[in-house]
């Protein structure tokens, strides 16, 4: 069955740092990937999607992650902080054929001055 | 152009009693998805729409749950004899497919919370 696990819960980094949020998923053939994030009270918006080709995707707002076949992972990484980037986040999978997406638990993410 | 919107934003209802949450996905989108969110949870699917195929209801969590969608755009889904256990934010999102039959990206509405006292 298909599964997306993003093993941490909550991440604090300081404004500046570096950031990578861990995606691992399950899935048979090639998945469609996806990042999302959730600014409190706010509903989801897409970062960033890889259906197929370069397996490194560019995002809005700085954000890239990179799909590693072999890791069955899509990490999300931004090399700059900002204070603005404190939300949840999600990454989920998406069949290429078929109707159920699937979604991750949702990373925290706290940025601190 | 707009995106998908709610409503209503807030619903504070007893239980016991039915709630309709609405959802107006993006005009052209013909596929629909509703996911209920509860405190510190992901999204757990709920119910999909295609166009005018019968829809997917493999998510709902039991009979009291149910959703209809009116000439493959609005959709509404209704709750019924509400529980506190149905307390979560309940997130609308729409996509267009590929040729292929696979989903593009989906674009999520703000969410209606619903609190049942």
């Known amino acids: 069955a298909q599964s997306v696990t993003q093993p941490d819960i909550h991440i604090t980094v300081s404004e500046g740092a570096s950031l990578e949020l861990r995606c691992n998923y399950s899935?048979?053939?090639?998945?469609?990937l996806f990042w999302y994030v959730q600014s409190p009270g706010q509903g989801l918006q897409l970062l960033l999607k890889?259906?197929?080709?370069?397996?490194l995707v560019q995002g809005i707002k700085g954000f890239e992650a990179e799909f590693k076949r072999s890791q069955s992972s899509f990490n999300l990484r931004k090399p700059s902080v900002h204070w603005s980037d404190a939300a949840e986040y999600f990454c989920?999978?998406?069949?290429?054929?078929?109707?159920?997406?699937?979604f991750g638990t949702g990373t925290s993410l706290t940025v601190i001055p | 152009g707009a995106g998908v919107s709610q409503s209503p934003s807030n619903k504070v209802t007893e239980k016991g009693k039915d709630v309709e949450l609405r959802c107006d996905p993006i005009?052209?989108?013909?596929?629909l998805y509703w996911y209920r969110q509860s405190l510190g949870q992901g999204l757990e699917f709920l119910i999909y729409?295609?166009?005018?195929?019968?829809?997917?209801k493999s998510g709902l969590p039991s009979d009291r749950f149910s959703a209809e969608r009116t000439g493959g755009s609005v959709s509404t889904l209704t709750i019924q004899r509400t529980q506190q256990e149905d307390s979560a934010v309940y997130l609308c999102?729409?996509?267009?497919?590929?040729?292929?039959?696979?989903?593009?990206?989906?674009?999520f509405g703000p969410g209606t919370r619903l609190t049942v006292l």
């Open positions: 890889y259906f197929s080709g370069d397996t």
């Open positions: 989920a999978v998406g069949p290429n054929t078929g109707n159920q997406f699937y």
């Open positions: 999102a729409s996509s267009t497919r590929f040729s292929s039959g696979a989903y593009n990206e989906q674009f």
């Open positions: 729409f295609q166009g005018n195929s019968a829809p997917d």
């Open positions: 899935y048979g053939a090639t998945p469609y």
């Open positions: 005009s052209g989108h013909t596929a």
